[in-house]
């Protein structure tokens, strides 16, 4: 059974850094792509960044571009996101999840392209 959890969160000052990790567990993700994405309180989950099954692209949110970076460790089970100049409108809670397509072409920021999620970590960023 395919297993996701996200660890990392917390509450920080505007203009603070936090890094998330997502250890992932029960299934193959070697050859998939990965994704963040994010959903502030009353709102909808939007995507955040992406990264390929080699590692080799990334994909970012208009809004995050320049200051969140996605990467993935050479075993594939962990996945990162460096989160850096956090502004407020950051707050929410933070999911990783799994493509469903084999060795697929990005930018894979579709929800319905990932087949498994994790429970999310809340990230708090205070003004």
């Known amino acids: 059974q395919v297993q996701l959890r996200e660890s990392g969160g917390g509450l920080v000052q505007a203009g603070g850094s936090l890094r998330l990790s997502c250890a992932a567990s029960?299934?193959?993700?070697?050859?998939?792509?990965m994704g963040w994405f994010r959903q502030a309180a009353g709102k909808g989950r939007e995507f955040v960044a992406s990264i390929n099954w080699s590692g080799g692209l990334k994909y970012y949110a208009e809004s995050v571009k320049g200051r969140f970076t996605i990467s993935r460790d050479s075993a594939k089970t962990t996945v990162y996101l460096q989160m850096n100049s956090l502004k407020p409108e950051d707050t929410a809670v933070y999911s990783c999840?799994?493509?469903?397509?084999?060795?697929?072409?990005?930018?894979?920021?579709?929800?319905?392209?990932?087949?498994?999620w994790g429970q999310g970590t809340q990230v708090t960023v205070s003004s």
């Open positions: 999840a799994r493509h469903s397509r084999f060795r697929s072409s990005g930018p894979f920021y579709r929800e319905y392209e990932y087949d498994s």
């Open positions: 029960g299934g193959t993700f070697d050859n998939v792509a």
